[in-house]
């Protein structure tokens, strides 16, 4: 118990002045690296590619309202939206927003469930890219109790 | 040497719902071990899944996917027999494939 609380204490308190002593050794070829180092959302998504985002109603985020434990918050999402391309997955308020990007192919439906870790209470975004180039948005508030896990 | 990961694949009509744990740390390089050092930052960070050889789908992670991940899809076209093959790499350079088969939901 109290291991984990520290962990999730680390994570929380790792402000961004600690993340930037830390460089992230980037060795896969097809990782967005500039996407992943930003540490606001807004240019995390930028590095996505997304100019204009379209709020839509075609996205369902699946998240629980509180987590207790922001080590492990589980999100999935669903995007209607005809021709889904990819799906990304933004923790607005985390040292690093971006937690993930699904490209679809060959049949994948447009559908990703995940768990990721949260450092505090904040709007979970997610990002969907269509064929046509656009990018559509919706969010989900999840509040983090990060002093009641274990 | 990593774990297998634990992969289950089942049919209902044509789509197949596949659901993966692996096994990795998922350090996020922020956090401080017993003697106050930082643990290096070690997480997956490409993952990719195929259906019979075609890629479904190519995930990119951050250190934020939580340690052990968990990891859910749904593939359209699939039947009972195919194959779901998913590979991890990490930032260390680290690699492990694992194959399951798809099977018609009870």
Redesign the interface.
């Known amino acids: 118990m109290n291991r984990r609380r520290?962990?999730l204490l680390?994570?929380a308190?790792?402000t961004a002045a600690?993340?930037g002593l830390?460089p992230?050794?980037?060795?896969?070829a097809?990782?967005?690296k500039p996407g992943?180092e930003a540490k606001a959302s807004n240019d995390a998504i930028k590095n996505l590619g997304a100019a204009n985002l379209i709020e839509s109603k075609e996205i369902t985020i699946t998240a629980p309202d509180i987590a207790e434990n922001g080590?492990?918050?589980?999100v999935?999402v669903t995007s209607r939206i005809p021709n889904t391309q990819s799906i990304s997955i933004v923790?607005e308020k985390?040292?690093?927003p971006?937690?993930?990007?699904?490209?679809?192919?060959?049949?994948?439906?447009p559908?990703?469930?995940?768990?990721?870790?949260?450092g505090q209470t904040s709007h979970v975004r997610a990002v969907v890219k269509a064929a046509d180039g656009r990018f559509y948005t919706a969010s989900k508030e999840v509040k983090v109790t990060v002093g009641g896990c274990g | 040497m990593s774990e297998p990961m634990r992969i289950r694949a089942t049919v209902q009509g044509d789509v197949a719902d596949v659901r993966i744990l692996m096994r990795h740390p998922m350090e996020t390089g922020q956090r401080k071990d017993a003697k106050g050092e930082i643990v290096p930052v070690h997480f997956i960070q490409n993952v990719v899944v195929t259906h019979n050889g075609r890629t479904v789908v190519d995930a990119q992670w951050s250190q934020a996917v939580s340690r052990d991940p968990f990891l859910g899809l749904r593939v359209k076209g699939a039947k009972a027999g195919d194959k779901i093959a998913v590979t991890w790499t990490d930032n260390k350079g680290d690699k492990r494939t694992d194959e399951a088969t798809i099977v018609a939901a009870s």
């Open positions: 520290r962990t680390a994570w308190g790792g600690a993340a830390i992230l050794r980037a060795s896969a097809n990782w967005n992943f080590a492990v918050v589980p999935a923790a985390n040292p690093f971006l937690a993930a990007t699904f490209d679809m192919a060959n049949g994948a439906e559908y990703a469930s995940v768990r990721i870790k949260m």
